[in-house]
């Protein structure tokens, strides 16, 4: 789990703005997913990526979106950022083929005033 | 649907005592439910994880039981230590989904006194 990189690891934005959010993952695993955890709360799914292609989508409006780069890292956009968007985004790395483990990484924590 | 529900939302106990957090899930194709523990301002971190097809797993102080009959899980721990102290979190995935999407119990914090 120590392997999976999130970047940045604060952020600060204005309503309305946009904001992208970077994840690399375990060497060697081909997933990624990414979840919303709001403070003091579970996290919550939002997309999940295998081998570029995305295999599922949570219960979040179209602002949020997400991509998977040949060398598996991923990115996740949210456009148009509301006051509850707040939340420390994480994301979770796993190599699907062999078994259902998912490590997290340190997560974004992204701050919407 | 996929909700799970995780009991306690607290829990405080004496150090060297035991402690049990239980989930109960709706969707009967649950097949794999992990356990992960996070401090305070860090990453969820897996502990134990079981399978459908397993009843109980112990990993030295911890161990997880299942029923899939009546579809809940537990973790147990024992032995209690205040770094034990932390939130928990189960969860479940399924093959209704591509993918292994995990949803989650809402935490349960763990107060373990010195």
């Known amino acids: 789990d120590a392997g999976v990189t999130q970047s940045p690891t604060h952020l600060i934005k204005t309503r309305g703005q946009h904001v992208t959010l970077r994840c690399s993952p375990i060497s060697g695993h081909k997933s990624v997913s990414w979840y919303q955890q709001v403070l003091g709360q579970g996290p919550q799914f939002i997309f999940q990526y295998y081998e570029k292609e995305e295999r599922g989508r949570g219960n979040f409006p179209d602002r949020f979106s997400a991509r998977q780069f040949p060398n598996y890292s991923s990115e996740l956009n949210v456009n148009a950022l509301l006051l509850g968007d707040s939340a420390l985004y994480l994301c979770?790395?796993?190599?699907?083929?062999?078994?259902?483990?998912?490590?997290f990484g340190p997560g974004t924590r992204l701050t919407v005033t | 649907g996929e909700n799970v529900e995780q009991h306690p939302s607290t829990l405080s106990v004496q150090e060297g005592d035991s402690a049990v957090i239980k989930c109960t899930y709706s969707?009967?194709?649950?097949?794999?439910f992990p356990w992960y523990k996070q401090e305070l301002g860090k990453r969820p971190q897996l502990i134990i994880d079981?399978?459908?097809?397993?009843g109980e797993k112990k990993d030295q102080r911890i161990a997880v039981t299942l029923n899939k009959t009546a579809k809940h899980f537990s973790l147990h721990i024992t032995e209690t230590q205040p770094e034990d102290s932390a939130v928990y979190f189960c969860?479940?995935?399924?093959?209704?989904?591509?993918?292994?999407?995990?949803?989650f119990g809402g935490g349960t914090r763990l107060m373990v006194k010195p």
């Open positions: 969860a479940r995935t399924g093959s209704n989904n591509a993918g292994n999407m995990l949803t």
């Open positions: 979770a790395s796993s190599s699907l083929t062999f078994t259902y483990e998912q490590y």
């Open positions: 969707d009967s194709a649950s097949n794999y």
């Open positions: 079981i399978r459908s097809n397993v």
